[in-house]
């Protein structure tokens, strides 16, 4: 089992459509959570961190995470043409060091 | 103020070639961490260093790979001799304690 697991895609939306990109992984005792955004042959850049359960809102970012169930998840409102990217989710486990999934690659079409 | 620095962008190397990839972190920075991206494998962490000290080199991929960090402003990754499969691009990042990672440029590595 992977230790970061998110749906390659790729994910498709309309403009102006939310965007929800989601993430489990498998260490119970994962205290931090980002999301990364990386553009083809650009490096990754954080868009969002969360480490409580729950949402937290960043402008047209919305991070939600749930710990029981081993869920992190992204939401994009009013998604743009410039939001097509891959979304690379990450967790630092008791051990420290961050795991990255795999990425979600979207695609807001105009 | 600058971010972290990557050198070279491009290499490209015959196979059995040494290849040396270097980093400057942010200023300020404790951590340092060395990353491997490919299509197949996504992105891998390598090796990472607190205080210029190595933490956790379970990522290297074999005894091919060294790493080295002599002060809080340089790092070195060195492939040798290299091959092929080693291919990819490589990321170094750095951020404060745990928090958030900022990466650089990445340097893409092509062995022939």
């Known amino acids: 089992q992977k230790e970061v697991e998110q749906n390659s895609g790729p994910l498709s939306v309309p403009e102006g459509a939310i965007a929800s990109l989601n993430c489990t992984y498998s260490d119970r005792g994962s205290q931090s959570f980002f999301w990364y955004r990386q553009y083809s042959g650009k490096s990754p850049e954080l868009i969002m961190s969360i480490y409580s359960n729950g949402d937290k809102e960043d402008g047209r970012f919305t991070a939600q995470l749930n710990k029981a169930s081993q869920y992190v998840s992204l939401l994009i409102r009013d998604s743009q043409p410039s939001d097509s990217a891959t979304y690379l989710c990450a967790v630092t486990a008791n051990n420290n060091d961050m795991r990255f999934g795999a990425g979600t690659r979207l695609t807001v079409k105009p | 103020d600058a971010g972290v620095i990557q050198s070279p962008r491009h290499e490209v190397t015959e196979m059995g070639q040494e290849v040396t990839l270097r980093c400057k972190p942010i200023s300020g920075h404790d951590y340092l961490f060395w990353y491997r991206q490919t299509m197949m494998r996504g992105l891998e962490l390598l090796i990472y260093f607190n205080n210029n000290v190595p933490i956790d080199d379970s990522g290297m991929p074999e005894d091919r790979f060294s790493a080295k960090m002599p002060n809080a402003s340089f790092s070195t990754l060195k492939i040798q001799p290299s091959e092929p499969r080693d291919s990819a691009v490589y990321f170094c990042?750095?951020?404060?304690?745990?928090?958030?990672?900022?990466f650089g440029p990445g340097t893409r590595l092509l062995v022939l």
């Open positions: 990042a750095s951020s404060i304690k745990f928090g958030t990672q900022y």
